[in-house]
């Protein structure tokens, strides 16, 4: 089985770089992922990115009333998401388009498990 992933992008004041990066994580291979972005009680223009992107049907905004810090606006995210798997992207991130399907390959292989010593 291949797990839905959310990609949780923890954002603050960037608003020169988050388009590029939200393109970015939705253009992603993988078919089940949402992305996931946090304004952490940003100043700037960010909120206005996020409503760019509100009807789209993978994306999910989050605004915070205030600035919490990046662990934080991490831990809403992961409170938030309803996926199997959750990953985390930078606000400047541009990964490649496969990163996300490769890292879901991986956890939903049933063969690869974890050694004995950290149950």
Known sequence: MTPSVTIIIPTYNRA???????EAALGQSHPQT????????????????????ADHPRFVGVSLAGNVGTAQAKNVGIALSTTD???????????????????????????????????
């Open 34 to 53: 949402t992305v996931m972005v946090v304004d952490d009680g940003s100043q700037d223009e960010t909120g206005a990115i996020l409503t760019r992107y």
């Open 85 to 119: 798997a959750i990953t985390f992207h930078d606000s400047d991130d541009l990964p490649h388009r496969d990163k996300v399907m490769g890292q879901a390959r991986v956890l939903g292989n049933e063969t690869i498990g974890a050694h004995p010593s950290l149950n």
């Open 16 to 22: 020169s770089t988050l388009p590029q990066a939200v």
